[in-house]
T-cell receptor, first 112, second 117 residues
Framework: KQEVTQIPAALSVPEGENLVLNCSFT??????LQWFRQDPGKGLTSLLL???SQREQTSGRLNASLDKSSGRSTLYIAASQPGDSATYLC???????????WGAGTKLIIKP | GAVVSQHPSRVICKSGTSVKIECRSL??????MFWYRQFPKKSLMLMAT?????????EQGVEKDKFLINHASLTLSTLTVTSAHPEDSSFYIC?????????????FGPGTRLTVL
């Protein structure tokens, strides 16, 4: 059974720092992996989608990597800003269906 | 990009009442919609998958008679929490897959906060 873990559960860093959020999964047979952002009391915003054949995806200040063999993905945020404060969730797609298996998220606080 | 709306965004109800949550794809046709539930500081939990015109497929442990899902059209799915109780209080999120879009793209709604008193 696939399990997705995100560590740490919460992270607070000063503005301007580069940071890395971690996501690990137990079964390397995945179809894709996605990173999402959730603002308090709000829905989800898809940030990056990595297919199983890809190693990384980039969007602006965000870079997500995928290492299937080790069951890990990282989300790198460069030059963090207070507006980056949110909960970041990773989710694994085990097959071409859309049912995702979710991590519990990392709550990120960027201090001005 | 594709937009999914949910209504209402917040609802407070008394124990024993039923609450209906709507999920609409505003600018695309959604052949499949998903309903998730999120507990505080926990992962999102998939409740059910609904395909337009057919019965929803519920995940193990989700009571189909309590959480009624209707996907009546290609742009609308509804989740009805019947005889709600305080333990049903949660954040409910829907997502939709575009019929003609990328095969691996889900679009998420903004969520509905349900509080049962």
């Amino acid at each position: 059974k696939q399990e997705v873990t995100q560590i740490p559960a919460a992270l607070s860093v000063p503005e301007g720092e580069n940071l890395v959020l971690n996501c690990s999964f137990t079964d390397s047979a995945i179809y894709n992996l996605q990173w999402f952002r959730q603002d308090p009391g709000k829905g989800l915003t898809s940030l990056l989608l990595i297919q199983s054949s890809q190693r990384e995806q980039t969007s602006g200040r965000l870079n997500a990597s995928l290492d299937k063999s080790s069951g890990r993905s990282t989300l790198y945020i460069a030059a963090s800003q207070p507006g980056d404060s949110a909960t970041y969730l990773c989710a694994v797609g085990p097959d071409s269906n859309y049912q995702l298996i979710w991590g519990a998220g990392t709550k990120l606080i960027i201090k001005p | 990009g594709a937009v999914v709306s949910q209504h209402p965004s917040r609802v407070i109800c008394k124990s024993g009442t039923s609450v209906k949550i709507e999920c609409r794809s505003l600018d695309f046709q959604a052949t499949t919609m998903f309903w998730y539930r999120q507990f505080p500081k926990k992962s999102l939990m998939l409740m059910a998958t609904s395909n337009e015109g057919s019965k929803a497929t519920y995940e193990q442990g989700v009571e189909k008679d309590k959480f009624l899902i209707n996907h009546a059209s290609l742009t609308l799915s509804t989740l009805t929490v019947t005889s709600a109780h305080p333990e049903d209080s949660s954040f409910y999120i829907c997502s939709a897959r575009s019929a003609g879009g990328r095969t691996d793209t889900q679009y998420f709604g903004p969520g509905t906060r349900l509080t049962v008193l």
